[in-house]
T-cell receptor, first 110, second 112 residues
Framework: GQQVQQSPASLVLQEGENAELQCNFS?????MQWFYQRPGGSLVSLFY???GTKQSGRLTSTTVIKERRSSLHISSSQTTDSGTYLC????????????FGKGTHLHVLP | EAAVTQSPRNKVAVTGGKVTLSCNQT?????MYWYRQDTGHGLRLIHY???????EKGDIPDGYKASRPSQENFSLILELATPSQTSVYFC???????????FGEGSRLIVV
């Protein structure tokens, strides 16, 4: 079935370092989204980025449809960035079904 | 204020009992979703809905029913709860196919 692979599974950074999170898809890419989840918390939408590059503050999302991948770049990380980052995409034959990767667990040390 | 609200937030149920998780959204979105989140599996889609009166099976529907009586409300029903259904359940709403999803705070269910 359709799969969404995220890497790395976990990442530890010193505050101030940059991070690059990857999301790869086994089928054609549709309606790519990135979410952030604080431990024990709900999911908050970071980007709806079906193609190209979008930036919000220190976060940049780049989606390359031909290569079936999307990345999330975090610059100058802060301890408050700690949590889980999840990517999701719509199913290639049924856009109502949104499928998630297992997430990247980020821990930023002070 | 929160646009997607779930209840209960925490629930302990006995094996074989009936559990109903409720979700209400004020976004006026057509689409609503129920996911469960487990360590090692991420978020998995249980049921979803296109609008009032519709329910569709997601990727892991066995053991779950769904009900969408109105635009605003979407329930997940466990008729005979089992310990394997211990999880955190998230409800979400979305405007259209593939559009941004808005999540509730989650409902933590423990089946003993």
């Amino acid at each position: 079935g359709q799969q969404v692979q995220q890497s790395p599974a976990s990442l530890v950074l010193q505050e101030g370092e940059n991070a690059e999170l990857q999301c790869n898809f086994s089928t054609s890419l549709n309606s790519m989204q990135w979410f952030y989840q604080r431990p024990g918390g709900s999911l908050v939408s970071l980007f709806y980025n079906p193609s190209g590059t979008k930036q919000s503050g220190r976060l940049t999302s780049t989606t390359v449809i031909k290569e079936r991948r999307s990345s999330l770049h975090i610059s100058s990380s802060q301890t408050t960035d700690s949590g889980t980052y999840l990517c999701a995409m719509a199913h290639d034959t049924n856009a109502y079904k949104v499928i998630f990767g297992k997430g990247t667990h980020l821990h930023v040390l002070p | 204020e929160a646009a997607v609200t779930q209840s209960p937030r925490n629930k302990v149920a006995v094996t074989g009992g009936k559990v109903t998780l409720s979700c209400n959204q004020t976004n006026n979105h057509n689409n609503m979703y129920w996911y469960r989140q487990d360590t090692g599996h991420g978020l998995r889609l249980i049921h979803y809905s296109y609008g009032a009166g519709s329910t569709e099976k997601g990727d892991i529907p066995d053991g779950y029913k769904a009900s969408r009586p109105s635009q605003e409300n979407f329930s997940l029903i466990l008729e005979l709860a089992t310990p394997s259904q211990t999880s955190v359940y998230f409800c979400a709403s979305g405007e259209g196919p593939g559009n941004t999803l808005y999540f509730g705070e989650g409902s933590r269910l423990i089946v003993v």
